[in-house]
């Protein structure tokens, strides 16, 4: 059965960090394009970045140059280090395999951004 745990949100100030965690179980980890996703209140869930097995990464326009996505095989875990955060990034932030490979999603870590 195929489970992801993820962790780390909470309330951060404009401007601050956060890094997020999920560990992964029930498939063959390595093997998978992994990716972060976020969904606001009242909003589509969107993708916001993703890493190959070879540790190739891409970005959501919203958070390049500020979010950083990494894997550890060994370990079986994506995280995602989010740095000079903004209101408009407040989500539920969830991992999964990259589109089009998605397995049932986990329950999410909330990020809000606010003063």
């Known amino acids: 059965q195929v489970q992801f745990v993820e962790s780390g949100g909470g309330l951060v100030q404009p401007g601050g960090s956060l890094r997020l965690s999920c560990a992964a179980s029930?498939?063959?980890?390595?093997?998978?394009?992994m990716g972060w996703y976020r969904q606001a209140p009242g909003k589509q869930r969107e993708l916001v970045a993703t890493c190959t097995a070879g540790d190739t990464t891409r970005y959501a326009d919203s958070v390049q140059g500020r979010f950083t996505i990494s894997r550890d095989n060994a370990k079986n875990t994506v995280y995602l280090q989010m740095n000079s955060l903004k209101p408009e990034d407040t989500a539920v932030y969830y991992c999964?395999?990259?589109?089009?490979?998605?397995?049932?999603w986990g329950q999410g870590t909330q990020v809000t951004v606010s003063s």
């Open positions: 999964n395999a990259a589109p089009g490979t998605y397995f049932a």
């Open positions: 029930g498939f063959i980890f390595s093997d998978y394009t």
